[in-house]
């Protein structure tokens, strides 16, 4: 038994520590459980993309509001976060079009860029060039480091307590005593009452007055009923880290077609429309596994590559390697070069309706999840809202 909390967060990754920070700014007494030794979540297998212009409503609100929360904590906590920007690759006409639809809407946030301009910035091959346009407020992120230097830096920084190795088997609602509305392993607890709320782990027993469940995709886990409600269920994307075979210096994040189709400010316009009506003819494979072909760039030079998706409560452990084929080729034509695969894996997220879960379990405890694969880019802009809300 430790001390009793002012605020107790499940999930040390982006997400839960997000809230984290947002909550030792407030002067809130914090602890922190992660059930791993380290984040190996949805929080370090993507592409470390802030993607701000790219979102509408709430999420545009909320990463907005983050990203100068992700630039101070890069400098502070002493991982990178670049100002770099995106550039989306246009290579036909309707693609064109969705961008200069975004661009008459979004005014600064949006630079149109000629063939030429677009080579200038990102090293793509010329052939079938019909422009793109650069966002320069969207941000890179180290994320393979992000999440543990964050942890680090909320533990000798704030006097937050983090716990690694730190499996919750139940949940004792507020109010709840010793033997009192004992949920089963794996159970919240239906007590109601003022009282602190009782976290049960492998490592012993956590007080706090007010829970938070930032366990993304593994909600269901803790709290299946409430998944079950949701429509919860995981999104799995095939992804890939490239070695090219000519060296490349690819500063911003690159989007393509595939790309406009999956991003909300982009996949509503007529120019994304009359993409996807084509491709149900020329491309159908790309929009049957889901691809949003997109890449980044770690700071050893090789690239992140992805994604394709697939929805699942469950999903099966297999990955296709005719999708990581079609990854491949789609990298190859867009750089005009080779490239050779170093490592291979699954990214996952939570999925269901809505861009965000934020819902009551039990007195003093909620769930918070960002469901629509986003929570890197929206993660620090979402804490201060939610705090605001259940505190």
Do not use: K
Request: charged fraction near 25%; include cysteine; hydrophobic fraction near 45%.
């Amino acid at each position: 038994m430790t001390r009793t909390s002012d605020l107790l967060i499940v999930g040390a990754g982006v997400v839960g520590l997000a809230h984290a920070v947002e909550a030792v700014e407030r002067g809130l007494d914090v602890t922190v459980l992660e059930r791993d030794a380290h984040a190996v979540g949805a929080s370090v297998r993507n592409f470390g993309h802030g993607c701000l212009t790219a979102q509408t409503g709430d999420a545009l609100e909320l990463a907005t509001r983050g990203r100068g929360t992700w630039l101070r904590l890069g400098a502070e906590a002493g991982f990178g976060v670049a100002e770099c920007g995106t550039v989306v690759v246009a290579r036909s006409a309707e693609e064109r079009a969705a961008l200069e639809e975004l661009a008459a809407t979004r005014g600064d946030d949006v630079e149109l860029l000629d063939p030429a301009r677009v080579v200038d910035r990102v090293p793509v091959a010329r052939d079938g060039l019909h422009g793109g346009a650069f966002l320069p407020r969207d941000l890179r992120v180290e994320q393979r480091r992000a999440a543990g230097a964050i942890a680090a830096w909320l533990a000798a920084r704030t006097g937050a307590e983090i716990h690694f190795g730190c499996p919750v088997h139940g949940i004792d609602a507020a109010g709840a005593g010793a033997g009192e509305a004992r949920a089963g392993a794996g159970g919240i607890g239906d007590a109601s009452g003022d009282g602190p709320v009782v976290v049960r782990t492998g490592r012993g027993e956590f007080r706090a007055h007010r829970v938070l469940l930032c366990v993304g995709h593994d909600l269901d886990r803790l709290v299946p009923g409430l998944a079950d409600d949701a429509g919860l269920r995981r999104c799995v994307l095939q992804m890939l880290q490239v070695r090219p075979h000519t060296p490349l210096t690819i500063g911003p994040a690159v989007l393509t077609g595939s790309s406009m189709l999956r991003y909300p400010a982009l996949s509503g316009t007529a120019g994304a429309a009359a993409l996807r009506e084509r491709w149900r003819t020329e491309r159908p494979e790309l929009l049957d596994a889901g691809v949003n072909h997109m890449l980044t760039q770690l700071p050893g030079g090789d690239l992140v590559v992805g994604d394709t998706h697939h929805y699942d409560r469950t999903p099966e452990p297999w990955t296709d390697e005719t999708l990581d084929d079609l990854l491949l080729a789609e990298t190859r034509a867009l750089l005009g070069t080779g490239v050779d695969v170093v490592r291979r894996w699954r990214g996952v997220y939570a999925d269901a309706p809505g861009e965000f879960l934020i819902r009551p379990v039990a007195p003093a405890t909620t769930a918070v999840a960002v469901t629509s694969g986003i929570g890197m880019t929206t993660a620090f802009g979402l804490a201060p809202a939610v705090l605001d809300r259940v505190l």
